[in-house]
């Protein structure tokens, strides 16, 4: 599989979920999105964990000390 985007792999997730959903293929079209599902599942999964992973590095200290701070998205740090 190349090296997709997230968001083109949840779109495509999404898409897949929905073709299954509406239950009109055949058992082997429904077990092939399946496995595609899963691999776009865990591909997600990873970006993810990467994403986090980064986010983690970034809110060290000087010392190297993790910390925290809340997430405000910018829309909503503006009606405060």
Do not use: H, W
Request: net charge negative.
């Amino acid at each position: 599989m190349a090296k997709k985007r997230f968001e083109e792999a949840l779109q495509e997730l999404e898409n897949i979920v929905q073709r299954l959903e509406d239950g009109n293929l055949s058992l082997d079209e429904s077990l092939a999105l399946f496995e595609e599902g899963i691999k776009l599942s865990r591909l997600c999964s990873q970006r993810l964990d990467e994403a986090e992973k980064k986010i983690e590095l970034l809110l060290k200290d000087g010392n190297g000390a993790l910390y925290r701070q809340p997430f405000t998205p910018e829309d909503e740090s503006a009606d405060t």
